[in-house]
């Protein structure tokens, strides 16, 4: 489950493009698209009400971006399926946090603040209940390189924006075959291509959403036929997958204690991000996005019950 605001049509007024989006195999498809109003809780409540009120829903695993108001109304809607967060997001939180803290020529030039980031990228892919031991090793890493005042403010960002906050529960994704929710995005991305600018007319969107739908609907026929179509992975995130895996199975067996099992997950990753390095542009763009968004959240919070519009594919 996500939302984009690029593709959402030039009227009527609306704050994003929600997909709801199912995965057979290796294939992403869309499932549901919701032109919403609001980004709070209430307004996902109704959602999903309409959902469950029209259809026999029963997710077992759900995987969003670390969104408050979502979170809290997939509890309450969905309350025995297993929700994930999608480390793509928490990456580029923490990247971020160090660079809003002023750290940016440090994780440029520095090795080893960079591995400190690295390793903090990393926790996700610890289990639950290692999370916040991992964060104690990162604190531990961070002063013994020198890195005092980095760990003064990282160390409890993560501690209260992340552990406390989001809990380990939804931040992991030890063990998991999908640890974010890309696929989305790329869909996401393929709509902005598809309409060729954003904010297209009402009209267009439309012709646009049944055009896709279609796409899909044949996609899951040839699927259904024996035919592949699921989506090729560069090598290059294939083989990340099958280290991650690997290696995840090395410290469930305990052959690696956890800083061992850190710093190799670390080391998959050049940048300090796992596969973001390619889009690391879209984080930038994203701040004032984001800066708008905490804005008319307080708005949503006055204003009450928000509106949707359901596309169901």
Not at 160 to 180: A, C, L, N
Request: proline letters at 4%; charged letters at 25%; a negative charge.
């Amino acid at each position: 489950m996500d939302g984009t605001f690029k593709t959402v049509p030039n009227s009527p007024p609306s704050r994003q493009l929600f997909t709801i989006m199912g995965t057979v195999e290796n294939k992403v498809y869309p499932i549901v698209m919701a032109l919403m109003e609001g980004k709070d809780k209430t307004s996902y409540e109704e959602l999903f009400q309409e959902l469950l009120d029209t259809y026999d829903l029963r997710p077992v695993k759900i995987m969003t971006d670390f969104e408050s108001g979502l979170r809290s109304a997939l509890r309450n809607k969905f309350p025995h399926a297993v929700l994930k967060g999608c480390w793509f997001h928490y990456a580029q939180a923490i990247i971020r946090k160090v660079r809003s803290s002023g750290f940016s020529n440090l994780l440029s030039e520095n090795v080893g603040f960079k591995k400190c980031t690295q390793i903090m990228i990393a926790l996700p892919l610890l289990p639950i209940e290692d999370i916040g031991a991992g964060l104690n090793y990162a604190k531990t890493y961070l002063e013994e390189n020198g890195h005092e005042e980095p760990a003064r403010i990282l160390i409890p960002y993560i501690q209260k924006e992340w552990i406390q906050k989001v809990t380990p529960s939804f931040m992991s994704v030890f063990g998991e075959k999908t640890r974010t929710n890309n696929g989305q995005e790329s869909y996401h991305a393929g709509l902005l291509r598809y309409f060729k600018k954003p904010h297209p007319g009402v009209w267009e969107f439309i012709d646009g959403i049944i055009h896709l739908a279609k796409v899909a609907v044949l996609d899951s026929e040839r699927q259904a036929g024996g035919h592949d179509v699921s989506f090729k992975q560069r090598n290059k995130w294939a083989a990340l997958d099958e280290k991650i895996a690997r290696e995840g199975q090395n410290y469930r067996n305990k052959k690696l204690t956890i800083d061992q099992y850190l710093h190799k997950c670390a080391n998959f990753f050049s940048s300090g991000l796992p596969d973001v390095e390619e889009s690391i542009g879209e984080i930038e763009g994203a701040e004032e996005e984001e800066e708008e968004d905490i804005q008319e959240n307080v708005q949503d919070a006055v204003g009450g019950t928000r509106a949707c519009n359901l596309a169901l594919c």
